[in-house]
């Protein structure tokens, strides 16, 4: 069963890109939510043949997401596809030109991505991950930027969760569990600059993750 990982930084981890490293097994994964739950779930159930893969490229938005879909999804042929991206369409759109407020575009964009993978494999399981941010923590010198970003993070948020409902696809909600973390002891502590999550970030991300597959899989994985 081929479980594949897609996103953006938070899902590419440093991880090896270049076809020619692929040989390298240490270094595919990278150093995210994707290796805890790679190495916990191979290791409990050697026996099941799960081979994890790992597409997520750092600084990817919605955009490009769809560039590459080809190559990096569909040419993968993944029985699960797990997918984590919008905090860059939130944290990375707003120059003066770039509104989409509504983020009818990154609905839209997600829309094209999953029908098209849905159309080339009908019993595709699908695992869609809410994007999160801890955008006080950026410190804004912009307002208009700042209150935007909180709006559109919402407003990013919703839209993951209607396209999850629309294509049957497991939601894990993220951003209510660094909600409740976020003071304890510190924001730094869950997420270091705002977006990117420390080691402790991944942990928890993990643990959600894990236990959404569980459904999937039928396995029994406890975080």
């Not at 930084?9 to 995210?32: M, V």
């Not at 999550?197 to 991300?205: C, Q, R, S, W, Y």
Request: net charge negative; with cysteine.
């Amino acid at each position: 069963m081929r479980i594949l990982f897609q996103g953006d930084s938070i899902t590419d981890g440093n991880r090896y890109k270049d076809e020619e490293s692929r040989w390298d097994k240490n270094h595919q994964i990278g150093h995210t939510y994707a290796y805890i739950v790679t190495s916990l779930f191979t290791m409990k159930y050697p026996q099941r043949g799960f081979e994890f893969i790992n597409r997520g490229v750092s600084g990817n938005r919605t955009e490009e997401l769809v560039l590459r879909w080809e190559k990096d999804t569909l040419m993968e042929k993944p029985d699960v596809l797990i997918l984590l991206i919008g905090t860059n369409d939130v944290c990375c759109g707003y120059e003066g030109r770039e509104y989409d407020e509504d983020a009818s575009g990154y609905e839209e964009r997600y829309r094209l991505l999953l029908t098209q993978a849905r159309g080339q494999n009908p019993d595709l399981k699908i695992v869609i991950m809410e994007p999160f941010a801890y955008i006080d923590a950026q410190a804004p010198s912009d307002i208009a930027s700042y209150d935007f970003k909180k709006r559109k993070m919402k407003n990013v948020q919703a839209k993951s969760r209607k396209i999850a409902k629309e294509f049957g696809a497991v939601f894990v909600p993220l951003q209510h569990i660094f909600d409740k973390t976020i003071d304890t002891p510190s924001a730094k502590y869950w997420i270091w600059d705002g977006v990117h999550p420390t080691e402790a970030g991944h942990g928890l991300i993990a643990g959600e993750l894990c236990r959404a597959l569980n459904k999937i899989l039928l396995t029994d994985i406890d975080f």
